[in-house]
T-cell receptor, first 113, second 113 residues
Framework: DAKTTQPPSMDCAEGRAANLPCNHS???????VYWYRQIHSQGPQYIIH???NNETNEMASLIITEDRKSSTLILPHATLRDTAVYYCIVRVAFAGTASKLTFGTGTRLQVTL | GAVVSQHPSRVICKSGTSVKIECRSL??????MFWYRQFPKQSLMLMAT?????????EQGVEKDKFLINHASLTLSTLTVTSAHPEDSSFYICSARDRVEQYFGPGTRLTVT
């Protein structure tokens, strides 16, 4: 699976949008971009994933550049409960493969009042 | 969404004893289960991958005789830390995958005294 690069930490004021970048310049055509987050002392939580189109769900939006070498996770209105480590992972689809989720160091997002 | 449970949530044991951690997929059948370990302020490290009814595949550097994994059914996997030592103290997280997605348990905090 392709390697990703994320900033180690970011701050965001509560109520503002949090934009978390991820570089994945070696991504292959069949690899998806996945985002998970881990709140302190809990297991990772799935947020969103995409292949090449932008995606939105109730938690976040995912913007993938046209060349697919980078992406941005957007939390539209960050709250204190969004304080967590956010992991960007690229991998092939699960179905029919033995693909493993490999975690990098992630971005520690601190949401402040 | 799919739920993965772990038991116990935290355990303290004496050095030299063995500890068993259970991982269950509550509302789906998991074709594959994964075990991760996370040390303080570090990312999740994959320890092993197991498929129901077959032997687990361990990542490089993980001792298979120390970390025994049993995946006897499509909803249950167990990790046994044998002859635990203080350096085995860590946060152990299991993950279960159905045909499409991968879901994480809440983690088990192991402290070896």
């Amino acid at each position: 699976d392709a390697k990703t690069t994320q900033p180690p930490s970011m701050d965001c004021a509560e109520g503002r949008a949090a934009n978390l970048p991820c570089n994945h310049s070696t991504i292959s055509g069949n690899e998806y971009v996945y985002w998970y987050r881990q709140i302190h002392s809990q297991g990772p939580q799935y947020i969103i994933h995409g292949l090449k189109n932008n995606e939105t769900n109730e938690m976040a939006s995912l913007i993938i550049t046209e060349d697919r070498k980078s992406s941005t996770l957007i939390l539209p209105h960050a709250t204190l409960r969004d304080t967590a480590v956010y992991y960007c992972i690229v991998r092939v689809a699960f179905a029919g493969t033995a693909s493993k989720l490999t975690f990098g160091t992630g971005t520690r997002l601190q949401v402040t009042l | 969404g799919a739920v993965v449970s772990q038991h116990p949530s935290r355990v303290i044991c004496k050095s030299g004893t063995s500890v068993k951690i259970e991982c269950r997929s509550l509302d789906f059948q998991a074709t594959t289960m994964f075990w991760y370990r996370q040390f303080p302020k570090q990312s999740l490290m994959l320890m092993a991958t197991s498929n129901e009814g077959s032997k687990a595949t361990y990542e490089q550097g993980v001792e298979k005789d120390k970390f025994l994994i049993n995946h006897a059914s499509l909803t249950l996997s167990t990790l046994t830390v044998t002859s635990a030592h203080p350096e085995d103290s860590s946060f152990y997280i299991c993950s279960a995958r159905d045909r499409v997605e991968q879901y994480f348990g809440p983690g088990t905090r192991l402290t070896v005294t």
